[in-house]
């Protein structure tokens, strides 16, 4: 059973920063593809960032590149998202996601969709 419980959230000025965290219960973290999501409200939800932990191969969306960082850690059993720099566009709902990953997979966040989803946790950036 893969169960994911995202932490982290709150509220902060533009400028701040804030590190999100997903406790991930995964059998064999190499196995699974991992991303964040967010969602502001009335919008489409979109792919932040995800990582295959294998190779350390990440993606980030164009919009967050250079500001968000996206890392695994197996140890503590955590998908992390560090958010510098943020703006107020930032303001969303944000998800943890993972999904199995298949061969030839670079767990691009786009490719395929994601089967595992945590609660969210809330970010909002304000002016």
């Known amino acids: 059973q893969v169960h994911l419980v995202e932490s982290g959230g709150g509220s902060v000025q533009s400028g701040g920063s804030l590190r999100l965290s997903c406790a991930a219960s995964?059998?064999?973290?190499?196995?699974?593809?991992l991303a964040w999501f967010r969602q502001a409200p009335g919008k489409e939800r979109e792919g932040v960032a995800s990582?295959?932990?294998?190779?350390?191969?990440?993606y980030y969306a164009d919009s967050v590149k250079g500001r968000f960082t996206i890392s695994q850690d197996n140890a503590k059993n955590t998908l992390d998202l560090q958010m510098n720099s943020l703006k107020p566009e930032d303001t969303a709902m944000y998800y943890c996601?993972?999904?199995?990953?298949?061969?030839?997979?670079?767990?691009?966040?786009?490719?395929?969709?994601?089967?595992?989803w945590g609660q969210g946790t809330q970010v909002t950036v304000s002016s």
């Open positions: 996601a993972a999904r199995r990953r298949t061969s030839g997979d670079g767990c691009f966040y786009g490719r395929y969709g994601y089967t595992y």
């Open positions: 995964l059998d064999t973290a190499s196995n699974y593809c």
């Open positions: 990582i295959w932990a294998g190779p350390g191969l990440v």
